[in-house]
């Protein structure tokens, strides 16, 4: 299971960065996702990383393009995501989630991944 860490309260403009690891396993074969949830809403896509018939890509929902970035960090075994510029409606639990290249594309669909983490809270204060 991965495992996410680095939410918390953060004011309008300001920046956090999450992390996601996955104890036993390595992650540099597998594509993450991020997806989150917020108050009263369906959970959503955020960033991937993954790879398509021409290599490595990262997808990023339209909400967060330009300021969220995912990046791997494959001798730590971690991934990321530098999420700056956070609005109040990046207010959400944050879920890092890994899906295995082998079974099929994996991309910006929750139905990709079979690993989901517990999640992490951020909130942005306006």
């Known amino acids: 299971q991965p495992v996410e860490s680095g939410g918390g309260m953060v004011q309008a403009g300001g920046s956090l960065r999450l992390s996601c690891a996955a104890s036993?396993?390595?992650?540099?074969?597998?594509?993450v996702g991020w997806f989150r949830r917020g108050p009263g809403r369906e959970r959503e896509f955020v960033a991937a990383?993954?790879?398509?018939?021409?290599?490595?890509?990262?997808y990023y929902g339209d909400s967060v393009r330009g300021r969220f970035t995912i990046s791997r960090d494959n001798a730590k075994r971690m991934v990321y995501l530098q999420m700056n510029s956070l609005k109040p409606e990046d207010t959400a639990a944050y879920y890092c989630?890994?899906?295995?290249?082998?079974?099929?594309?994996?991309?910006?669909?929750?139905?990709?991944?079979?690993?989901w983490g517990q999640g992490t809270q951020v909130t942005v204060s306006s």
């Open positions: 989630a890994l899906g295995d290249p082998a079974s099929g594309t994996v991309g910006t669909s929750e139905l990709h991944y079979a690993w």
């Open positions: 990383s993954t790879w398509n018939d021409r290599g490595p890509v990262s």
């Open positions: 036993g396993r390595g992650l540099s074969t597998y594509a």
